[in-house]
C-alpha cells in the first residue's frame, strides 16, 4: 500500500531562494516571505454591513476599517479588502474561522484564506523603485503613509497591497498578499524588477 | 483613461472590465416575448452620454455605474451599481 505523507509546504517552496540575487553589493531590495499566518476573510451579509462593523468592534477592540486602510488589534490586523469586507490576519491560531464564527454569525460570512495566499514583505531603500515598475499605486510616503491599504493589480494579478509598520531602521515595509497559485509568477516578477537593485532574498514567520 | 473608483479612488483602465449600458432592466416574470428579446439583444448605440456597467474586477471586485461620454471618453459620474456592498444594499 502506497503511503502518504502530508506536508505542508509554501506555494513559494521552489521558487523562493534564499540569499542574495541580482546587483552584487548589498541588497537594494529585501523580500521575505511570511510563512505560516491565519488568514480569514470577513465579507458582510446583504445588509448587514453595519452589524459586521459592530461584531468586529466587540471583538477586536478597534474599528473595522471601511475604507482602503488597515487597523491594528491585539494579535491581529484588519485589512480593508474590499466594500464591506476585510481580512484578519494572525498567527499562532488565535483568529481562525472557528473562533471568529460566533461573533460574526448574525452579520458576515467568514473563509479561511491561510493557505489560499502568499505573504510578500518588500523593504530596503529601492522597494518603491521594484512596486512603481509593478504597480500604478502612488506610494509617495505622503500619498500612502502607514497604515494605507490598497486592492490592485500587478503584473495582471490581484494583490492587496499595504503599508505596515516602518522597520526599525526607519524604513517602509510593504505587504502585498497574493493568491497562491499566482505567487510563483509574481515572485519571479519582482526578482526581475529588483535584480538591478540587488534583492536580498528570505523567508520568516514574523508578521510584525 | 482612468476611472474613479469610488471606493479605491482613482485607478487605470487596466484593472477595470466593461459590460456595457446600464439602463436595460431584467423584465418582470411572465413580461411578453418582445420585451425579454429587447432586454437581452437589442441596445441603443449612444454617440454621447451614456451610463455603463464597469467591473473592478483588478481592485475591489464592485460593480459601477460609469456615466461616459461616448464620444470623448469624459467620465462625468462613478457610483457604486445596485448591489455592490453590502451597504449600498440596504439602503
Known sequence: MAEF?????????????SGPFGAHGEGGVTLTEIRNFDLVQVMARRGKAAEM?????????????ETPKTAGAAEATLIWSGPDQFFV????????VGSLAPG?????????????????????????ALLAKLSSIDLYPAAFPVGTAAATSMDHTSVTLWRGNDARDGQAVFNVL????????????????GAEYGVEIGHSEDLA | MRITCPFCG???????TYLGDAKPMRPAPGASEDEV????YLRDNIAGVMDENWYHGGGCRAWLKVTRNTLTHEISAVEPAAGAGARQVAK
Not at chain 1, 497574493?178 to 524588477?193: K, P, Y
Open chain 1, 104 to 128: 460574526f454569525a448574525a452579520s458576515a460570512s467568514l473563509s479561511d484564506q491561510s493557505h489560499a495566499r502568499v505573504l510578500i514583505r518588500i523593504c530596503g531603500d529601492k522597494a518603491r
Open chain 1, 178 to 193: 497574493v493568491f497562491a497559485t499566482f505567487a510563483e509568477s509574481l515572485w519571479h516578477t519582482m526578482l526581475d524588477s
Open chain 1, 5 to 17: 505523507s502530508w506536508e505542508i509546504r509554501s506555494p513559494l517552496h521552489r521558487a523562493l531562494v
Open chain 2, 37 to 40: 428579446y429587447d432586454y437581452v
Open chain 2, 10 to 16: 482613482e485607478r487605470e483602465l487596466g484593472e477595470f
Open chain 1, 89 to 96: 490576519l494572525s498567527k499562532g491560531g488565535r483568529h481562525q
Open chain 1, 53 to 65: 462593523a459592530s461584531a468586529a468592534n466587540a471583538h477586536f477592540g478597534v474599528a473595522v476599517p
